[in-house]
């Protein structure tokens, strides 16, 4: 009961900090683009016109720019959520996870990050499309002399609904111990996910079953996370599971924040186990550090 109601309590925090009663504010009519130059420069308005040679960018300071397309390293469109007073926050560097809970948002073609936890733990995720990414990573336990790789393999589709407000996942993870014998089992997870929010400010709810082998558990996992930004650099995050056995659950409490930058994410956080079954708290930290890297595909003339 004690553990009902800590779920409880958790869920509706959750759900009163990630989804205010504010109705989203709308897209503007003209879209803001941010355009970034290879020599580090970065502008922001509205494309006047665009062609092989050349892009004519009206910004609020500088008016009408020239800048030649040659010299151009990234266009993204910039969302109403990213204009604070006048004033662009860029994107969450990480905002395809929570700590480690996909949610229903993707990389775009030719984005990818490396995320490091823990300084063993090693993930690289590309977007391969823009609806598709894929992720690998291990742990490098040979360098202590260990016969062994543990290795792990992150496939996700990304379907926006409606885009800015409800996005779809689906993905699976799958984990194998690779040794001289190859006869390590395969296990891992595959789950579905639905997102509701901007990238800013959104929550997610999914399930998945997990697999040894080719054989899948009859109970679910049930998952629920959801990230809400409290400034230009600063986040709090949430990720949660519930573990069915049987007559017995077990749910892992995942809450902390995230510090970014353009170029850099922090995540730092507790996980604490709930259940009938445990019988003090305990708190397991937990912190990684993510690098974007890649570019998105240059605007369509």
């Not at 391969?128 to 002399?145: D, E, K, M, Q």
């Amino acid at each position: 009961m004690e553990t009902r109601k800590r779920l409880v309590s958790i869920i509706v925090l959750i759900v009163l900090v990630i989804l205010p009663a504010k109705a989203q504010e709308k897209r503007d009519s003209i879209p803001l683009y941010q355009v970034e130059t290879m020599d580090g420069n970065i502008y922001n308005g509205t494309i006047i016109s665009k062609d092989e040679q050349l892009l004519v960018l009206k910004t609020v300071n500088l008016g009408e720019i020239k800048i030649p397309v040659s010299t151009i390293k990234k266009i993204e469109e910039l969302i109403p959520t990213q204009i604070k007073k006048g004033e662009v926050w860029f994107e969450n560097p990480h905002g395809t996870r929570y700590f480690y809970l996909p949610n229903g948002y993707g990389l775009r073609k030719g984005e990818g990050y490396y995320q490091n936890t823990w300084v063993m733990f090693n993930q690289v995720s590309y977007g391969i499309t823009n609806n598709f990414s894929l992720g690998a990573g291990l742990v490098p336990t040979f360098l202590f002399g260990d016969n062994g790789v543990p290795l792990w393999i992150t496939p996700k589709f990304s379907f926006p609904i409606k885009k800015d407000k409800w996005n779809l996942g689906l993905g699976a993870i799958a984990f194998k111990y690779f040794t001289s014998s190859f006869n390590s089992p395969t296990v891992g997870i595959v789950y579905g996910v639905s997102t509701f929010g901007p990238s800013d400010k959104n929550f997610t709810v999914g399930a998945g079953y997990a697999f040894a082998d080719g054989e899948f558990t009859s109970r679910p996992i049930v998952s629920f996370g959801g990230t809400y930004r409290t400034g230009k650099r600063h986040y709090l995050v949430t990720e949660n599971y519930i573990f069915f056995g049987d007559g017995e659950s077990l749910a892992l409490i995942w809450f902390g924040g995230r510090f970014v930058s353009k170029h850099l994410a922090i995540d730092y956080g507790l996980i604490t186990p709930a259940g009938p079954q445990v019988q003090q708290w305990v708190g397991i930290p937990w912190l990684s550090i993510t690098v974007p890297f890649g570019n998105v595909q240059p605007l369509k003339n």
